[in-house]
């Protein structure tokens, strides 16, 4: 059972790319032309597997590794799809430097996301919602990206922006804030917050390109971070993240007390 809900995940989650994909044939998003999009499919995958696997098991070990076999399996399943549509030859042993690279960047994020994956569901929830606070800005794009499919994104599509900064600001509700140290996380989620769009602009500029010193891709991924945050506006993400946190905490209390006093 847990194995099919890991691949219904990440078909829901690479459903997008059916449509996006269909002028080069391939479902999963490459490297090459779409890295923006590889990051945003990992991210979101892996906030979804976790949190179905908190919700449902509170953190059980066997329960969490099922989940994820079945997320392994779907992602293997679209990567080999999308490797072959970019080059067919590639069953046969001929394999393309496009095809190499789009190995590495698709290994490497996903042995990062398995660390981010069971410390999402194994960790207390205080440091939970600072590795929510890095993931929720694909939240967004994913969004922003079906609704762009939908013909709807110039009615409503700058709202979706703020999908992923309530997301985390239901987290910090369910936190609370009635101790000092939860309100360190949240100074500390929302501070992250701030900065990963920019990271993942810079992730994507830095996974799309090939051949690059490891001093070079440093250098150039510190410069592109720094040049997109002071672009990237914080003051309504921020105030969106805040009011929902404070909402979800009050009602959170309040059902708290209420559910004391009757018994």
């Keep these: 059972m847990q194995i099919v809900a890991g691949l219904l995940m990440t078909a829901v989650v690479v459903l997008p790319w059916l449509w996006i994909g269909k002028n080069d044939s391939a479902i999963f ?29 509170r953190g059980a070990v066997k329960f969490a590794v099922l989940t994820d076999v079945g997320v392994a399996l779907g992602l293997i399943g679209f990567v080999l799809q999308g490797l072959y549509a970019f080059n067919p030859k590639i069953f046969a042993g001929k394999i393309s430097d496009a095809s190499v690279h789009q190995l590495w960047v698709v290994g490497s994020a996903f042995v990062l996301c398995q660390i981010l994956y069971f410390l999402l569901v194994r960790l207390p929830l205080g440091i939970v919602v600072l590795l929510t606070a890095a ?48 309100l360190l996380m949240w100074l500390l989620a929302l501070a992250i917050q701030w900065v990963m769009p ?30 997109n945050m002071d672009s990237s506006g914080w003051q309504i993400p921020t105030l969106v993240t805040l009011a929902a946190a404070m909402l979800t905490s009050v009602v959170l209390l309040i059902a708290r007390k209420v559910r004391k006093h009757g018994h």
């Design 135 to 182: 993931l929720t800005t694909g939240i967004s794009l994913w969004l922003t990206i079906v609704a762009s499919l939908l013909g709807g994104a110039g009615e409503y599509g700058a709202y979706l922006n703020y999908a992923g900064p309530l997301v985390l600001g239901l987290a910090l509700g369910i936190l609370g804030f009635m101790k000092a140290v939860h």
């Design 198 to 227: 920019a990271v993942f602009t810079a992730l994507a500029a830095l996974g799309s390109s090939s051949g690059r010193s490891f001093g070079s891709a440093a250098a150039g991924f510190a410069n592109d971070v720094a040049a």
């Design 29 to 57: 998003p490459h490297a090459s032309n779409d890295m923006l999009g590889l990051l945003v499919v990992f991210s979101v995958l892996t906030l979804f597997s976790a949190y179905f696997v908190r919700r449902n098991a």
